[in-house]
C-alpha cells in the first residue's frame, strides 16, 4: 500500500508511520483507505456500477483530504519597498572651527629665568 502523504510503497496496514516521510495515521483510516482502494481497483473493468463506484470515489477523496492536508502555499514574494527618506531630527550642525592662538616664541635666555614648576598630586609646586 503507499503512503497518502509522500506515495512511497511499503506501508501495511500494521504500520502507522511512513518509513520514507515520517507522517503518522490512524490504522482505522488506513484500512479505510485500503479497503476503499481495493474496491475501486476491482470494479474499474466492471459494466453497470458506475454509480456504486462513484460513492466509493467520494468516500476515498474525503478520507484524502482528511488524512492528507493540503500543503502550505509558499510564502508570496514581495519586492521590497525602497527605505523611506531619512529626516533630520534636529537641523545638522557644522563643526565648530578652532582658531588656532598665537603663542609668543621665548627665547631660551628668557625661558632659564622662568621658575620651574612642578605638578604633584594636582597642586602646583614652585621650586
Same mark, same amino acid.
Given at each position: 500500500m503507499k503512503c497518502?502523504?509522500?506515495g512511497t510503497? #511499503?506501508?501495511?496496514?500494521? =504500520?502507522k508511520r511512513c518509513r520514507s516521510c515520517g507522517e503518522a495515521? =490512524?490504522?482505522e483510516d488506513l484500512l479505510k483507505l485500503h479497503q476503499l482502494q481495493f474496491l475501486l481497483d476491482e470494479t474499474?473493468?466492471?459494466? #453497470? =456500477?458506475?454509480a456504486q463506484r462513484e460513492a466509493y470515489v467520494?468516500?476515498?477523496e474525503?478520507?484524502?483530504e482528511r488524512m492528507v492536508p493540503p500543503k502550505p502555499a509558499e510564502p508570496e514574494v514581495v519586492a521590497a519597498e525602497p527605505a523611506a527618506e531619512a529626516v533630520p531630527i534636529a537641523p545638522a550642525l557644522e563643526p565648530a572651527l =578652532?582658531?588656532?592662538v598665537a603663542v609668543p616664541a621665548v627665547e631660551p635666555a628668557a625661558?632659564?629665568?622662568l621658575p620651574a614648576v612642578e605638578m604633584v598630586g594636582g597642586e602646583v609646586i614652585s621650586a
Open positions: 497518502p502523504s509522500c510503497m #511499503g506501508m501495511t496496514r500494521a =504500520v495515521y =490512524v490504522a474499474a473493468a466492471w459494466e #453497470g =456500477v458506475d467520494s468516500r476515498l474525503r478520507l484524502r =578652532v582658531k588656532p625661558a632659564a629665568a
